[in-house]
């Protein structure tokens, strides 16, 4: 196990800096690092920005688009982007459906639906979880029959993030109830256009529309948008799953949470002096900053391991644990520095409509929104009771 970057990676991370500081646009940098809420024309901006560039793919191969890149060039990309504080890249196509499509969709799929994912023209969301199939995923009850050339779907997808923006759905479908649960499931894709879809918006604790039901009554798909063989979509899923657990430690943008955390917590003021002098909040700090610090030499051990070919297995699900505590760890810490300053609900100043604040202070202003989103992190992407579960089975035996 090596954990140093070579001369190399470090030539690497110059490249992308630079690139960063030429290409991040001022005003969307500005929105990211001050807790702003991205639009959808804000994350299609920055996935054009970086699909000229031609680095949207950086997990996939270079045969599809992709940039070929090893997983610690990979890792140095997103640890350069938490710092400049860019957009996300929206994990639904280019994480999720595209690696599915490549392993195993067929030479059609991969013409038509790929080069629209790398260039942002279909916007992708994800269909898995229903009501009452979250962490029992495999019992989803939403319904594929065939009639002739189409399925024809009906049932209910829950929490879809950002589907009220989609082109394009990916979905877990009941193609069969006779056997095993596991056995009767199929992928299909489906257009977000296709009569019989309703999107329902689920506004969150923070008030924010980032997550939707979506019903589907007697929706018709062509058959040739089946991934894959019929019944076989849970190996399928599983497989995107493993896909899904990337990067979700996101150390990088902790690293400058804990940046910016400092820097209110020398802001305000306690018995005359900054937060950060006063002992007990300090250590605190302190202790999350350890955390952190493990963290990202963990980071660092698996993806030395996934560099000697061996893939990330059940560690992944460590990284998924830590990694959401410390981001909601941060987001405690930061409400607590600011205290009443947080308070105020200002969606125009949140939305970036008004330049100030109606609070006194425009940093704390987005804080109690950020703390309540991030409540979300412990439960998608496989729940953190669920991860345990793996951990216990995978790694301990147990
Ligand atoms: C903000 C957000 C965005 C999401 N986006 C999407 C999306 O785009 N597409 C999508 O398909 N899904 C999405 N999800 C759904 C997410 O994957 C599920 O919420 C998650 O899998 C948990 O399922 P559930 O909500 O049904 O809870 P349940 O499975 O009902 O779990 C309830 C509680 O019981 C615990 N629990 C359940 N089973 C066990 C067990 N065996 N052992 C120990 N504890 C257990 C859970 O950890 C949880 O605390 C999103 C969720 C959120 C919150």
């Known amino acids: 196990m090596d954990l140093t970057y070579t001369t190399d990676d470090e030539a690497f991370r110059l490249m992308v800096r630079s690139y960063l500081e030429q290409h991040l646009p001022a005003d969307l940098q500005h929105k990211v690092l001050n807790h702003k809420r991205l639009s959808k024309d804000d994350l299609v901006r920055w996935h054009r920005i970086v699909a000229q560039q031609g680095w949207v793919g950086t997990g996939w191969p270079v045969e599809f688009g992709g940039t070929g890149w090893s997983p610690v060039q990979r890792h140095i990309w997103e640890e350069e982007c938490a710092h ?29 639906y790929l080069p629209r994912i790398l260039s942002c023209e279909d916007w992708w969301c994800q269909g898995y979880s229903e009501p009452g199939s979250g962490s029992d995923l495999a019992s989803l009850k939403t319904r594929a029959e065939r009639q002739g050339d189409n399925y024809i ?28 649960k596991q056995e009767g499931i199929s992928f299909l894709l489906i257009d977000m256009k296709s009569p019989g879809i309703t999107v329902r918006p689920i506004i969150t604790l923070d008030e924010d529309h980032e997550v939707n039901e979506v019903f589907f009554d007697n929706v018709s798909v062509p058959v040739h948008n089946l991934i894959g063989e019929e019944n076989k979509g849970w190996t399928y899923a ?13 150390v990088g943008r902790a690293k400058r949470e804990m940046v910016f955390l400092k820097r209110i917590a020398l802001d305000q003021q306690k018995n005359g002096a900054p937060l950060l002098d006063d ?11 350890i955390e952190l610090m493990a963290l990202e030499v963990t980071v660092l051990r698996v993806i030395s391991l996934d560099n000697a070919k061996r893939g990330p297995g059940p560690e992944a699900s460590m990284l998924k644990i830590k990694g ?47 703390y309540f989103n991030y409540r979300k992190t412990s439960i998608y992407g496989g729940s953190n009771e669920i991860q345990k579960n793996i951990i216990t089975q995978m790694i ?3």
């Open 84 to 112: 400049a504080g860019t957009p996300p890249i929206l994990p639904f196509g280019v994480n999720m459906v595209a690696p599915v499509i490549m392993a195993f969709g067929n030479a059609a799929q991969k013409a038509h």
């Open 153 to 180: 779907v009906n049932g209910q997808k829950t929490w879809t993030t950002l589907g009220q923006h989609a082109d394009m759905i990916f979905c877990l479908v009941r193609t069969d109830s006779s056997g095993r």
């Open 238 to 250: 599983k497989y995107l799953l493993g896909h899904e657990r990337t990067n979700i430690a996101a």
């Open 279 to 289: 002992a007990v909040f300090a250590a605190k700090v302190a202790s999350l900053e």
């Open 324 to 370: 959401t505590e410390v981001q909601q760890a941060l987001t405690e810490l930061m409400l607590e520095a600011v205290g009443p300053y947080g308070l105020p609900f200002d969606p125009a100043f949140l939305e970036g409509s008004s330049e100030h604040s109606l609070a006194e202070d425009d940093d704390a202003a987005p804080l109690a929104s950020y």
């Open 396 to 398: 301990l035996g147990l």
